[in-house]
């Protein structure tokens, strides 16, 4: 079955730290990898996508994420981050055929101190 | 940028009652989805919509759910008979080419509240 696990609920770094988020996917095939985030009243802004070739893929924010096909992993990085970048951040998975229906983690909140 | 727009953006509504969410989705996208998020719980499928008609439907998409495009432009969500656990945040995406490297957009979200 298809799964997602964003294994910390809540992340707190300080404001010019450097960020990862964990997501860890159970998927029969290859998968389509997306990470979203939510800020409050928002709706789901795509970050990123992986969908094949270069393991390490560049998103929107200064964010990327790096797919390892071996840990069945799609880490979400920032190296700073800024207080705007405060929000909820969910990772998804989707086949690479027919419609795709994404399968969603259960998000990681992230709060940024001064 | 163009936008998927959901409204209302919060709905309050009695048990039992019918609730219609509705959603405006990218005007050249052929590919229509509704998700839910009850708080504190993932983002979950609902159903997805295609050339006028249900592609796939999850477990959650019973009989009291029901999926319209009336007009060429909106596309709404039916709920006949509420129940407390229908409360959620309801989200409304769609797609130009059924995801994939196209993706989604996401609309902001009608959060329903079934008291």
């Known amino acids: 079955a298809q799964s997602v696990t964003q294994p910390d609920i809540h992340i707190t770094v300080s404001e010019g730290a450097s960020l990862e988020l964990r997501c860890n996917y159970s998927?029969?095939?290859?998968?389509?990898l997306f990470w979203y985030v939510q800020s409050p009243g928002q709706g789901l802004q795509l970050l990123l996508k992986?969908?094949?070739?270069?393991?390490l893929v560049q998103g929107i924010k200064g964010f990327e994420a790096e797919f390892k096909r071996s840990q069945s992993s799609f880490n979400l990085r920032k190296p700073s981050v800024h207080w705007s970048d405060a929000a909820e951040y969910f990772c998804?998975?989707?086949?690479?055929?027919?419609?795709?229906?994404?399968?969603f983690g259960t998000g990681t909140r992230l709060l940024v101190s001064p | 940028e163009p936008e998927v727009t959901q409204t209302p953006s919060h709905q309050v509504t009695q048990m039992g009652q019918e609730v219609i969410l509705r959603c405006v989705p990218i005007?050249?996208?052929?590919?229509f989805y509704w998700y839910r998020q009850i708080l504190g719980q993932k983002v979950e499928f609902l159903v997805s919509?295609?050339?006028?008609?249900?592609?796939?439907k999850s477990e959650i998409f019973d009989d009291q759910f029901s999926v319209e495009r009336p007009d060429g432009s909106n596309f709404t969500l039916k709920i006949r008979s509420t129940k407390l656990e229908d409360s959620a945040m309801y989200f409304c995406?769609?797609?130009?080419?059924?995801?994939?490297?196209?993706?989604?957009?996401f609309g902001s979200g009608t959060r329903l509240t079934v008291v």
């Open positions: 995406a769609s797609s130009a080419s059924g995801g994939g490297v196209a993706g989604y957009t």
């Open positions: 998927y029969g095939a290859t998968p389509y």
């Open positions: 992986y969908f094949s070739g270069d393991t």
């Open positions: 998804a998975v989707g086949p690479n055929t027919g419609f795709q229906k994404l399968v």
């Open positions: 005007s050249n996208h052929l590919y």
């Open positions: 919509f295609y050339n006028n008609e249900i592609s796939e």
